[in-house]
């Protein structure tokens, strides 16, 4: 049995953040519902290699979808049924559209008084930016992550992914398991949550606003380097490949000064201590290159390993697919997707030890599911206005797409 059996969730959400958090909930048993615009779909769909929608195939596996057209009278009332049975509610238009709608949090939680509406912003629902655009981009460049990232004297660089979506949505799936239990174990019932892209992504950026008010300073771009702990890095091995070494800690420091011949070094006034170490990071990385070049990467790997040295391979894709860990851990595993054949894709996480997540079925088509869940809906016509007698009777343009 999975966790979330017998939970729904309602995911009107398009692009990255909002597929996160309803990927967890999907992977772990619940009934995701992809609400759809009809024909058009998620744009998530857009985000493609070789005219195949991977991330949708990944990111949507376990969901179903509905096609429904929320700019039509008979499209808001046909969700408004949906939503009585629903648990979780999760949009991310601009705020304020959901009330030109008319189904605001208010109205919902008429609907049903015990919904957990997650609400997804660039910049949250309250505030001067509320109304401004808010892509992933823009935020990782406000929040201070651009200005971190990168070598000194170097333009800032932005992240090859969608960093900040990804990190709003595991926090709204937390925030949601939060909302779940304030209910179970406080009867707290209904709860909306305002989650913007910038808050979880500034928060795990480290105690940078502490820093730069204790010390008056702005920390300049330290590429790999860290300006807390030394020595950190990457370094190039022999044969062209990359090592990434931590050894901040002292016990590690005075262990790799020892496997790399430059014992003396550990009394060196220069790197006593990790302090010392910060402020000669310059001579300490050239001691610890003219090392680590004499070797081929692999080879190297295993004198580190065999001394304890918290060192490890840098990987591209192509690496990591055959790496033993990544094998013998069984992390990524080959779904079949009914449009694109077999897709690899990481495996359910995190491991439960009783309850574990499940791969189980292929992301959906543009309102593939529509007439199932509107048969099992049956709305009353005398209260809704709405006639679901068989599949064959929908408006193919207006409410749903049909294959």
């Given at each position: 049995?999975?966790?979330?059996?017998?939970?729904?969730?309602?995911?009107?959400?398009?692009?990255?953040?909002?597929?996160?958090?309803?990927?967890?909930?999907?992977?772990?048993?619940?009934?995701?519902?992809?609400?759809?615009?009809?024909?058009?779909?998620?744009?998530?769909?857009?985000?493609?290699?070789?005219?195949?929608?991977?991330?949708?195939?990944?990111?949507?596996?376990?969901?179903?979808?509905?096609?429904?057209?929320?700019?039509?009278?008979?499209?808001?009332k046909?969700?408004?049924?949906?939503?009585?049975?629903?648990?979780?509610?999760?949009?991310?238009?601009?705020?304020g559209?959901?009330?030109?709608?008319?189904?605001?949090?208010?109205k919902?939680?008429?609907?049903?008084?015990?919904?957990?509406?997650?609400?997804?912003?660039?910049?949250?629902?309250?505030?001067?930016?509320?109304?401004?655009?808010?892509?992933?981009?823009?935020?990782?460049?406000?929040?201070?992550?651009?200005?971190?990232?990168?070598?000194?004297?170097?333009?800032?660089?932005?992240p090859?992914?969608?960093?900040?979506?990804?990190?709003?949505?595991?926090?709204?799936?937390?925030?949601?398991?939060?909302?779940?239990?304030?209910?179970?174990?406080?009867?707290?019932?209904?709860?909306?949550?305002?989650?913007?892209?910038?808050?979880?992504?500034?928060?795990?950026?480290?105690?940078?606003?502490?820093?730069?008010?204790?010390?008056?300073k702005?920390?300049?771009?330290?590429?790999?380097?860290?300006?807390?702990a030394?020595?950190?890095?990457?370094?190039?091995?022999?044969?062209?490949?990359?090592?990434?070494?931590?050894?901040?800690?002292?016990?590690?420091?005075?262990?790799?000064?020892?496997?790399?011949?430059?014992?003396?070094?550990?009394?060196?006034?220069?790197?006593?201590?990790?302090?010392?170490?910060?402020?000669?990071?310059?001579d300490?990385?050239?001691?610890?290159?003219n090392?680590?070049?004499?070797?081929?990467?692999?080879?190297?790997?295993k004198?580190?390993?065999?001394?304890?040295?918290?060192?490890?391979?840098?990987?591209?894709?192509?690496?990591?697919?055959?790496?033993?860990?990544?094998l013998?851990?069984n992390?990524?595993?080959?779904?079949?997707?009914?449009?694109?054949?077999?897709?690899?894709?990481?495996?359910?996480?995190?491991?439960?030890?009783?309850?574990?997540?499940k791969?189980?079925?292929?992301?959906?088509?543009?309102?593939?599911?529509?007439?199932?869940?509107?048969?099992?809906?049956?709305?009353?016509?005398?209260?809704?206005?709405?006639?679901?007698?068989?599949?064959?009777?929908?408006?193919?343009?207006?409410?749903?797409?049909?294959?």
């Open positions: 049995m999975l966790p979330l059996e017998n939970f729904k969730v309602l995911d009107l959400s398009r692009l990255a953040a909002g597929n996160m958090v309803s990927h967890m909930f999907a992977d772990f048993g619940a009934d995701v519902i992809k609400v759809e615009k009809p024909g058009k779909g998620d744009d998530l769909r857009n985000w493609q290699v070789n005219d195949v929608a991977h991330w949708w195939a990944v990111y949507s596996r376990n969901k179903r979808s509905i096609a429904l057209n929320l700019k039509e009278e008979e499209g808001l046909l969700l408004k049924e949906l939503v009585k049975s629903a648990d979780v509610f999760i949009e991310n238009f601009v705020p559209t959901l009330e030109k709608w008319g189904v605001g949090p208010d919902l939680l008429e609907l049903n008084k015990n919904l957990i509406i997650l609400r997804i912003s660039g910049w949250g629902q309250t505030g001067i930016y509320k109304d401004a655009p808010g892509f992933g981009s823009l935020v990782e460049g406000m929040s201070g992550f651009a200005s971190m990232t990168g070598e000194e004297n170097q333009k800032p660089l932005l090859p992914l969608a960093l900040a979506d990804m990190v709003a949505g595991l926090t709204g799936f937390g925030a949601i398991l939060m909302a779940v239990i304030a209910s179970k174990k406080n009867q707290i019932r209904g709860q909306v949550i305002d989650l913007s892209l910038f808050e979880p992504l500034f928060s795990i950026l480290g105690p940078w606003a502490a820093s730069y008010k204790i010390s008056g702005t920390p300049p771009r330290m590429g790999n380097r860290s300006n807390v030394a020595p950190r890095g990457i370094y190039k091995t022999k044969d062209n490949k990359f090592v990434s070494l931590s050894a901040s800690m002292q016990s590690m420091w005075e262990k790799l000064a020892i496997t790399i011949g430059a014992e003396e070094l550990i009394k060196d006034p220069r790197f006593i201590t990790n302090s010392d170490r910060l402020s000669n990071q310059d300490l990385d050239d001691v610890i290159s090392f680590i070049k004499k070797f081929d990467r692999d080879p190297l790997l004198v580190f390993s065999k001394e304890g040295i918290t060192v490890g391979p840098v990987l591209d894709i192509s690496e990591i697919i055959e790496h033993p860990y990544i013998d851990r992390i990524l595993i080959e779904h079949h997707n009914n449009e694109y054949g077999n897709i690899l894709m990481h495996q359910a996480f995190p491991r439960l030890s009783k309850t574990p997540g791969v189980k079925s292929s992301a959906p088509s543009i309102g593939e599911n529509t007439n199932n869940i509107l048969i099992l809906l049956d709305p009353d016509p005398d209260k809704t206005g709405i006639q679901v007698n068989s599949p064959h009777q929908f408006k193919t343009q207006q409410i749903i797409f049909v294959h």
